[in-house]
Every structure is written in C-alpha cells, then in structure tokens.
C-alpha cells in the first residue's frame, strides 16, 4: 500500500511518507491522499498560470510592445508630436528624451503620467518626475516609473543633471537604476547611464543627440543586454505658435526609426499636436489645455493590430513662458 502511494508527487517531489502513514488505517488513509493530491493540483495550477502569464507578458513584451526597460510612453506632450523631442527637450521631459535640456527649465517643474498601454490588461505604466533649477550647477531632475502587473514589474528611478559648458551649448546625463521581478524567478537590476548634449542655435532652432545606456548595463547575470539607443534631433519653429521636430532614433540590431511631430498653439491656453513614426509606423495625436502653472496633456498613439494607447499627464510648471537661454 505504502509503494503504491508514495509514487504520488507533490512540485516534483515525492509526498513525505508521514503524510501516507498519518492515515494508515481505514478510510482515513485515503482521505489523507486525496486531500494531498487536492494540494497538489492546486499549486501545480497555481505554477502554470504564473508561468504561462509571465511568458505571455514576455512574448507580448518583446514582439508586440516593449522589452525589457525599452522606452515606455514618458508623456503626453512627446507622444502627440510622434514622439520626436531630442532637439526640442525645453521642459522636464527632457529627462526622458535628452538631459542636456533640463538646463532650459527657468524654474521648479513637476509632471505625473499614466498610460494603460495599448489597452493591453495589467500593463499599465506610471512616471513621476521633478526637476529644478540649483544656482551654479545647471538643473537636476529626478524620476520614478513604474510598469508591469505584480508577476512582472519593471522599477526605475533615475538622477538627472543638465549643465551649460558654453554660449547655448549644453550637456547632461542621467545615472539609472533599474529593477526587474518576476514572480516565481526572483528579480534583479542593473545601473544605466545616458548622456545627451542641445545646441541652441538661436530661440527659434535647436539641435540634440543623446544616447541611451552606453555603458552597456546587463540584467539576468549577464545573459540578457539591454537596448542601446542613440538619438539626434532638431527643433524649427517657423511662426509664432508653431514648433517643428524631427528626431532620428537608432537602436542597436533594429532598423533605424524617425519621428516627426508637430506643435500648433491655437489659443493662449490650448495646444493642438500631431506626429509620425516608423519602424512600427504610427501616427499620434494629441492636445494641451493650461490654466496658469497647471498643464494637462493628452496623446493617442495608434497600433497596426492592438487598440490605440491614450497617454494622460499632468504637470506643474512655474516660469514657463520664459526658458532659459544661459550657458
């Protein structure tokens, strides 16, 4: 009796023989099998949903949406224009686009966004972020996002430091630390650093690049790299009300992707915004409304085969009409 019952596994190991033994006699031995092999089932069902939802996530990840700590929808601002702002990062979005930009805030910004991406259940992202001018030292910035449902999450939180080196010249970085989990497979981070520098030709033309995780940051003990990115734009603005952008992005064994958007102010309190992409190919569009230092913005991105992703945000920015032009 006892050979045949203990043949009965539990996670892949065999049942300790006391749990067989606690009901040797009658029908309690049975009792006590069946109720183990209720357990049993229970954490194996418990195991697979966990793995199958981790996998989805992941194929979902890597084929359809983002991998892991690839750019996430940072604004709703960006995002109407195509997500084209390496050239034109005048605000505290440039921790996300290019750094080098903090340095144009005239003074304390604040911005909160929030996006269910592509309508996808449980992949919801959130970004906080402040910014603020220190006297001698440029601008700082500091950021916290958070992405991913409770078997998959994704943590960064980064430190940003915009500077002037010369008359319109400017350059900035960011240190990143960035934290995975994965339920059932533990969890690990890694240190990212970017770098981005912003010529301001003149208050109407602006040229970027940047480059994103340069040091070459690892997660999974090595055997997985994150993205590389290396980015250049310009910013033209033609006529009162109107502002142009127009990013070039490269990530490392991808094709290389551009980004065009455009910013139209209709009225003293609302902006109308609209931009393309390649490589996927979508359009955007998107619309601010502010009343005094508070903005809201929206962005609609569409997909070629998911529902479209809607990008809500809403800032603070003090100073905002007037943006530096120092070193």
């Known amino acids: 009796m006892l050979s045949e019952t203990s043949k009965i596994r539990r996670g892949g190991?065999?049942?300790?023989?006391?749990?067989?033994?606690?009901?040797?006699?009658?029908?309690?031995?049975?009792?006590?099998?069946?109720?183990?092999?209720?357990?049993?089932?229970r954490k194996t069902i418990t195991k697979w949903s966990i793995f199958l939802l981790t996998h989805l996530l992941t194929y979902s990840l890597s084929h359809c949406l983002y991998g892991a700590f690839e750019t996430k929808p940072p604004a709703g601002r960006t995002l109407g224009m195509g997500g084209a702002f390496v050239g034109f990062s005048n605000d505290i979005n440039a921790i996300d686009y290019n750094p080098a930009g903090l340095r144009l805030i005239p003074a304390f910004q604040f911005s909160s966004t929030y996006s269910n991406i592509y309508s996808v259940a449980g992949l919801n992202y959130s970004q906080v972020k402040f910014a603020f001018p220190v006297r001698g030292c440029g601008s700082t910035g500091i950021l916290?996002?958070?992405?991913?449902?409770?078997?998959?999450?994704?943590?960064?939180?980064?430190?940003?430091?915009?500077?002037?080196?010369?008359?319109?010249?400017?350059?900035?970085?960011?240190i990143k630390s960035m934290?995975?989990?994965?339920?059932?497979?533990?969890?690990?981070?890694?240190?990212?650093?970017d770098i981005g520098a912003l010529a301001q030709i003149s208050e109407d033309f602006m040229f970027g690049v940047s480059a994103k995780n340069i040091n070459e940051p690892e997660i999974s003990r090595g055997h997985e790299k994150l993205t590389e990115e290396f980015l250049t734009g310009f910013f033209y603005r033609p006529l009162a009300g109107l502002n142009l952008a127009f990013d070039i992005e490269k990530v490392l064994d991808k094709p290389v992707a551009l980004h065009m958007g455009a910013e139209f102010r209709l009225t003293g309190f609302f902006m109308f915004r609209t931009g393309l992409q390649t490589n996927p190919s979508q359009y955007t569009l998107g619309m601010g409304v502010n009343y005094e230092k508070i903005y809201m913005d929206y962005a609609y991105v569409s997909h070629a085969t998911l529902d479209g992703m809607h990008i809500f945000s809403l800032s603070v920015k003090y100073g905002g009409k007037k943006e530096r032009k120092k070193k």
Do not use: W
């Not at 065999?14 to 092999?37: H, M, R, Y």
């Open 13 to 41: 190991k065999s049942l300790p023989d006391c749990v067989i033994q606690a009901g040797a006699s009658g029908g309690k031995t049975k009792k006590s099998v069946q109720s183990a092999e209720c357990r049993v089932q």
């Open 144 to 174: 916290y996002s958070d992405f991913g449902p409770s078997e998959y999450k994704e943590q960064v939180f980064i430190f940003s430091h915009g500077f002037g080196i010369s008359k319109g010249i400017m350059f900035g970085y960011n």
């Open 179 to 193: 934290c995975i989990k994965i339920s059932e497979y533990g969890d690990d981070s890694a240190l990212g650093l």
